[in-house]
């Protein structure tokens, strides 16, 4: 330890002073004085070799030279500088000098420096009121007097001597730069002081207390000390830079009084054990997002990236994750085809999803909604590991796991999306899905931002209704009139209310729908009307106008036996009539059932009652493929399957004999069949492929990823 301080103690700005001032003293002759002045006695001779600077006497009337600089000459007696009453500048250091009390006769004395000598009596001498900088290190001075009539003193250098603690500095009202490095400081105790720059390295302090009242400071210097702890340091709005290296900071949340100072851009924690905690430099990066230098090294801008997507990803980098997560375990398993499986592209399976934030409603409207058009929609069920609350049951409200449990359906691929809300996962299934879509009916399911996130990502078509509360006061005394929500949860819930309206500033069209949740009742019927809308519900009255749609006023159907394919719309208002009025091409493969009212207006010509009733024909019998009603596009899909399996089968040991060949050639000792994917076994007959098993769910370890895993469909 000592030796390390040696090493950087060795080469010190004073040290490159030294140099400087010696290559000056042997310039004016001084190397000749310094080997002739055993006694350490300062001579007019030496003096005068030293004089540098000419200015004007006390009187202003003559020319005198203000400066005098005797470095490193042994100096102990300087008592014939008694004389030199106009100096400005004295520099002596690398003296033996024990008794500066000669310079209390020189009043306008602006710089001293002294370090490097003997002195263990601070500023004894008369107070020198035009003193700015005063540099007294490396001597062995114990205390500090009074500086009450050093008006002027702005700088002041007391690094290696032998304090042990701050005093005499109160009425330093210019004071801004302090050094008391290398002593033997084990308290702070400093008043508010106009200090900018506070250097304590390498004393014995334990924490920063007792720095709170600089409110100026800017630089501040701890390192080498025992700091634990950075209290104190809360308030310093205009630090900019901490040095706290070597020190024994352990965790990060112990940075928490520094992290988010606003100007604070420069820290170094170098060599504090902090530094070992797993991903250390990316979470105090992240916690402070202004740094642009940690561990005296630059904060890069892909670090600062980096460090947002690890610790506050946005929700699209967690969707995609949270996407990608479940696809690589689904692919990991037997392959199924679904009720809910677009037999194409153009026919993603329709779900409905309310969204909003926790405690609007959207739950029990989900219910209600399922129950008053049940033969369009049904609940779909998601999985949850927090424990189900007075009155609701498990299977209608949620599957209530346990958190091992949902893991393994996680590893099963069981899941389209999951999500961590609060202490609890949530999760929709694909089997609770196919739940609903295996009765021919359109899931419709409740969840938060970041499920909607997840499950924009999936093939399916989704529609989004938000339900935001409009009055916050009144989403409070619901949220806690509901006696279900601890305060934290209702601060949490209400926050989020942000989340989903800059959600829906930020991104135009991300929901399909926004109702406002303030009273339940009223959000039911609006929800029923967009339902209604979305359905194309033609009422009665509108039914009987238009008499030649009555066919279809019931509603124009979604995903049931009876109301082939559904269209869902993009727009509120498109009824059956408006409908009518689109452009539609049903000779077109990629035909969606879902005309906006912009193509609408694009293609003013009109749809004939008999093209929108082959149009839905051709619905019906996609639809009715998908169920499996006639021989159509999957059994087609299954005979080309196994057809391409024959041919993958034959091209397989064709590959086979050739890979032999090549390892032969080549002496490897090893089987072709190891390097070739294994040919994929199925079902003979082509039939579409679902286990019984498949729509239920039945927590088990997970199946090992690939063995004997089909590839079907
Ligand atoms: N699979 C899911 N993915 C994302 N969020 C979900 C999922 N399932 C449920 N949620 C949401 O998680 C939040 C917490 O669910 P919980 O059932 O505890 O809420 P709640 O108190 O009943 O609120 P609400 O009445 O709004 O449903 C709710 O906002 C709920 O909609």
Redesign the pocket.
């Known amino acids: 330890m000592e030796d390390k301080l040696h090493e950087q103690l060795s080469v010190t700005p004073s040290e490159i002073c030294l140099t400087e001032s010696l290559n000056a003293a042997e310039r004016l002759g001084c190397g000749e004085l310094q080997e002739n002045n055993e006694d350490g006695v300062l001579t007019e001779e030496m003096v005068s070799g030293g004089l540098s600077h000419l200015g004007c006497d006390l009187t202003g009337q003559q020319h005198v030279l203000c400066d005098v600089s005797l470095p490193g000459l042994n100096l102990r007696d300087i008592s014939v500088l008694y004389n030199y009453v106009h100096l400005h500048k004295l520099e002596l250091h690398h003296n033996n000098i024990k008794d500066l009390s000669c310079l209390s006769h020189m009043p306008h004395l602006i710089i001293l420096d002294v370090s490097h000598n003997e002195i263990s009596n601070f500023f004894e001498f008369q107070p020198l009121q035009y003193l700015q900088v005063a540099n007294f290190s490396y001597n062995h001075i114990p205390d500090i007097k009074d500086l009450a009539g050093f008006f002027c003193l702005r700088k002041l250098d007391l690094d290696c001597n032998c304090l042990s603690e701050i005093s005499g500095l109160e009425q330093c009202s210019m004071l801004t730069h302090l050094s008391l490095a290398y002593n033997k400081i084990t308290k702070i105790t400093l008043s508010s002081l106009p200090l900018t720059h506070l250097c304590l390295r390498g004393n014995q302090l334990k924490d920063a207390e007792g720095l709170e009242n600089l409110q100026s400071l800017q630089v501040l210097d701890l390192s080498m000390n025992r700091i634990t702890c950075l209290s104190g340091l809360q308030n310093l709005r205009f630090l900019c830079s901490i040095n706290l290296e070597k020190n024994q900071i352990l965790k990060i949340p112990d940075l928490k009084q520094v992290i988010g100072l606003p100007l604070l851009t420069n820290i170094n924690l170098l060599e504090n054990p902090v530094q070992e905690q797993p991903n250390y430099r990316l979470e105090v990066i992240f916690l402070h997002q202004h740094l642009t230098m940690l561990d005296q090294e630059t904060v890069s801008v892909k670090e600062k990236v980096s460090s947002r997507n690890m610790f506050d990803p946005p929700m699209e980098v967690l969707a995609a994750i949270d996407h990608i997560t479940h696809l690589v375990y689904q692919m990991g398993q037997p392959q199924i085809l679904y009720h809910s499986t677009p037999p194409t592209a153009g026919y993603p399976y329709q779900m409905l999803v309310l969204?909003?934030?926790?405690?609007?409603?959207?739950?029990?409207l989900v219910h209600r909604l399922c129950q008053e058009f049940g033969e369009y929609f049904g609940v779909g069920i998601?999985?949850?590991t927090?424990k189900p609350?007075i009155g609701e049951e498990n299977g209608i409200?949620?599957h209530f796991v346990s958190e091992a449990d949902f893991q393994n359906l996680v590893h099963m691929g069981k899941f389209i999306?999951?999500?961590q809300?609060?202490a609890?996962l949530?999760?929709?299934t694909r089997d609770a899905i196919e739940d609903i879509a295996e009765e021919g009916l359109v899931c419709c399911?409740?969840?938060?931002l970041?499920?909607v996130f997840s499950l924009k990502k999936s093939y399916f078509k989704l529609r989004y209704i938000l339900l935001v509360p409009t009055q916050v006061d009144k989403f409070i005394s619901h949220l806690k009139s509901l006696n279900?929500?601890t305060p934290p949860q209702i601060d949490h819930a209400v926050q989020r209310v942000a989340l989903y309206l800059h959600t829906n500033e930020q991104r135009p069209g991300f929901f399909d729908n926004i109702i406002p949740c303030d009273d339940c009742g009223e959000a039911y019927q609006t929800l029923q009307q967009v339902v209604k809308d979305y359905l194309l519900v033609v009422e009665e009255e509108e039914g009987k106008s238009n008499s030649g749609l009555s066919s279809y006023s019931s509603v124009s159907g979604l995903y049931s036996a009876e109301n082939p394919h559904p269209p869902l719309s993009g727009s509120r208002s498109e009824t059956l009539a408006s409908l009518s009025g689109s452009a539609l091409d049903p000779s077109d493969s990629s035909f969606m059932p879902c005309f906006t009212n912009i193509q609408a207006k694009l293609n003013p010509s009109k749809i004939s009652i008999q093209e929108l009733a082959s149009m839905r024909r051709r619905e019906q019998l996609a639809r009715e493929a998908v169920v499996g009603k006639r021989p159509g596009l999957f059994s087609q899909l299954f005979k080309r399957y196994n057809s391409a399996r024959g041919t993958f089968k034959s091209l397989h040991s064709s590959m086979l004999e050739q890979t032999s060949g090549l390892l032969k050639d080549r002496n490897l000792e090893f089987e072709a069949k190891s390097i070739l994917p294994p040919i994929p076994t199925g079902n003979k007959t082509g039939e579409v492929l679902k286990s019984p098993q498949s729509s239920r769910i039945d927590p088990k370890p997970p199946v090992e990823k690939n063995k004997g895993a089909n590839v079907e469909g």
């Open positions: 969204t909003g934030p926790e405690g609007c409603g959207k739950e029990e998601c999985h949850t927090r609350y409200d949620y999306q999951t999500m809300y609060g609890h949530f999760g929709l399911v409740h969840m938060e970041e499920g279900m929500y």
